[in-house]
């Protein structure tokens, strides 16, 4: 299951807003990689009955998501969990984020 999402806000806001929210729903977190600040894609294990619950919930929190897979359209089994991934893509004005990397020498 794939979803997809775009937003404004802060990205460290949202990126923990929504693993607090897998968690709430008794999944969890497999990954979470942020790609400058730019986008930020969370991994993530849920019982698929709680799948709909959770797009659901991440939109009414500010967070308008769209099932990238189609997945969603499928029945749900109470009883099956599911690998998922959200990716959020962050539009904002600022530059590129540029990290510090020491050299090392060797």
Do not use: K, Y
Not at 10 to 28: Q, S, Y
Not at 29 to 55: K, P, Q, W
Not at 58 to 69: F, Q, S, V, Y
């Amino acid at each position: 299951m794939l979803l997809h999402a775009i937003t404004r806000r802060e990205r460290h806001a949202v990126t923990t807003e929504a693993m607090d929210l897998i968690a709430a729903l008794g999944g969890w977190v497999d990954d979470a990689r942020m790609f400058s600040n730019t986008m930020t894609t969370i991994r993530f294990h849920l019982a698929e009955s709680r799948l709909e619950e959770l797009r659901s919930r991440l939109c009414e929190g500010g967070l308008p998501t769209t099932d990238a897979g189609g997945e969603l359209r499928r029945s749900p089994s109470a009883d099956s969990e599911r690998a998922g991934s959200l990716q959020i893509t962050f539009v904002h004005d600022d530059g590129d984020l540029r990290q510090d990397v020491p050299s090392v020498p060797g």
